[in-house]
């Protein structure tokens, strides 16, 4: 589903280069729920902005669905992003004035469906995310880990192959947190493979598997993928 192999990723500002990845591999199978780990600056969030075609790599192969990405043009790039890829942040990023419904529409409109298919898919996803009964409300009505929950349901509405997810728990309560991850162990046992980035070692050890990253390198993979997907 995801493949990088050798990628480096060279950040270059007057007269410093920063090497932020370095002979990163990694591969992610399709249904996987990955914990992405490490600490400040070791290069998670330029993995998780390579990962989500939102920044190029600077070297190596990146293989998204059986596609090598290194020669796709800005346009192929973002075709594919609005395709297969959805976003969460820590921030939940939603816009005040719009209500939860229009927030969820934002992208679908973006990508021009038309409106009963937006309509579908928005009132799918708010169930999904159990706000379904708020569609009317606005973001500032709402808890920080309901307003998580409008991004999540932002996410989905685009039916994303892959949900990224950096640090989606980060400004939240414990509470809070455990809440955003049932929803997205829902989500992940529905099909969506998920790629998440967090400080929160519960968290992280209730994903089915962590890579761990120090300076720019994946250093340690400990996968019980294979063993769960075996029934084991
Ligand atoms: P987080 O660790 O929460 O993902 P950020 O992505 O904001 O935080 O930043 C991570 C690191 O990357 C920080 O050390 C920050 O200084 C650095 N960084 C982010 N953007 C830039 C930039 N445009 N130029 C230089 N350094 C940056
Ligand atoms: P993390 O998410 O693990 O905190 P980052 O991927 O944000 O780490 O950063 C990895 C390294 O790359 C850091 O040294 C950071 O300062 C640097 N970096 C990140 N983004 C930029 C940027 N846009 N320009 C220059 N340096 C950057």
Redesign the pocket.
């Known amino acids: 589903m995801l493949s990088m192999q050798d990628l480096s990723?060279v950040?270059?500002?007057h007269l410093?280069e920063?090497?932020?990845?370095r002979e990163f591999s990694i591969h992610v199978e399709e249904g996987e729920f990955v914990a992405v780990t490490?600490?400040?600056?070791?290069?998670?969030?330029?993995?998780?902005?390579i990962a989500g075609l939102l920044?190029e790599h600077s070297g190596g192969r990146y293989q998204l669905d059986g596609v090598e990405v290194s020669g796709l043009s800005d346009r192929e790039r973002s075709a594919m992003r609005n395709e297969k890829l959805g976003f969460i942040f820590q921030g939940f990023n939603l816009i005040p004035d719009l209500n939860l419904f229009d927030n969820v529409d934002v992208p679908l409109r973006y990508r021009g469906f038309g409106a009963k298919e937006r309509k579908l898919r928005i009132e799918r996803a708010l169930e999904q995310v159990g706000l379904g009964s708020r569609a009317r409300h606005y973001p500032a009505e709402l808890s920080g880990g309901q307003q998580q929950r409008v991004a999540i349901a932002r996410a989905l509405a685009g039916e994303p192959r892959i949900l990224l997810a950096?640090e989606p728990t980060g400004n939240l309560d414990s509470a809070m947190a455990r809440a955003v991850m049932e929803i997205l162990e829902g989500i992940n046992a529905a099909g969506t493979t998920i790629i998440m980035?967090t400080h929160d070692p519960e968290l992280a050890a209730r994903a089915r598997r962590n890579v761990h990253?120090i300076d720019?390198q994946v250093t340690d993979l400990q996968s019980s993928f294979a063993d769960s997907a075996l029934g084991v």
């Open positions: 990723k950040y270059r500002t410093v920063t090497h932020a990845l490490g600490p400040s600056g070791s290069g998670k969030t330029t993995f998780m902005n920044e950096d980035v990253i720019g």
